[in-house]
């Protein structure tokens, strides 16, 4: 399986500025928030989002200054239809996660499996720094 997860070369403030304005809800109605854990263990980070019915190529995983963005789109069903119920959402969605700590983007690595996308982080080993 292939890796998803990139460093973008866009300059942090350009796409925190793309991410405000994706998930404002009242301009973008159809942007949306899948459920996301994030949680660490003794190595790494861990990211994961529920997101039923996608593919590993519908995500853009963006490392940058130590914040995770995820965006991506879940295709809405074809053809017209009246809900009765209407929980599971469709569209664009963009998650930005603030890391607790350094990590090596190096060996990043990102799956989807079973509805789940989940991103492991493994944390940056310290810097030895010399004293003169």
Do not use: C
């Amino acid at each position: 399986m292939r890796t998803i997860i990139r460093t973008s070369r866009q300059a942090p403030l350009e796409v925190r500025g793309e991410v405000v304005h994706a998930v404002t809800w009242h301009v973008r109605p159809t942007t949306w928030s899948p459920p996301t854990d994030v949680y660490e263990t003794e190595t790494e980070y861990v990211v994961r989002l529920e997101v039923a019915g996608m593919r590993e190529e519908d995500f853009e995983v963006v490392l940058e200054n130590n914040v995770l963005f995820i965006a991506g789109v879940r295709q809405d069903l074809p053809g017209r239809r009246a809900y009765h119920q209407m929980e599971i959402r469709f569209g664009k969605f963009v998650n930005s996660i603030d890391l607790p700590g350094a990590v090596d983007p190096d060996v990043a690595a990102a799956q989807y499996s079973q509805g789940f996308l989940t991103v492991h982080l493994p944390r940056a080993k310290p810097q030895n720094v010399s004293r003169e």
